[in-house]
């Protein structure tokens, strides 16, 4: 005689055992961001340079009537700018409330990953200030650097 089991899957334990990546190209360099921070991706706006501002800022852009401050993610890396005019695009993050927006070259795919995945950046990370990266994954043989949105956030401080 046997026994079924009823086996109930719990989908918000789940849910919280995944995140979902945007990633993005930024020169050479994979990076990726929580999607759930991901409020929209637009082309290329026309950007105003804001004097006095970090290196970080790249300038702030009108959307939509708000203005919007974005970071410059070669400037973190101190990786080279290209030209960005027909495959760039600016991510707009939305964080705790705040909107900032990301200058990347190439917006790629998104990825569903197990938390476990990620992995603390390394120690020996010398050419990335640490504060923006929340933490890395690797796939196949290719390292995605995962930002830190507050850490973005507070480099336009």
Known sequence: ?????????????????????????????????DIA???????LMDVTPVPGASPMVHGVVNLRGDVV??????????????DTSRSGRN????????????????????L???????????SNVRSIDRRFIDSVYLQSNEVIIVLDPIGLLDSID
């Open 69 to 82: 401050t974005v970071v410059n993610p070669h400037r973190i890396l101190d990786v080279p700018e290209s």
């Open 37 to 43: 921070r991901v409020q929209e991706i637009n082309r």
């Open 91 to 110: 991510l707009i993050l939305n964080i705790d409330g705040e909107r900032i927006g990301v200058l990347v070259d190439k917006v790629a795919d998104i």
């Open 112 to 122: 569903t990953v197990q938390r476990e995945q990620l992995s603390s950046p390394p």
């Open 1 to 33: 005689m046997s026994q079924s089991v009823l086996v109930e899957h719990d989908e918000d334990a789940l849910a919280a055992s995944q995140i979902q990546l945007a990633t993005f190209e930024v020169g050479t360099v994979m990076m990726a961001i």
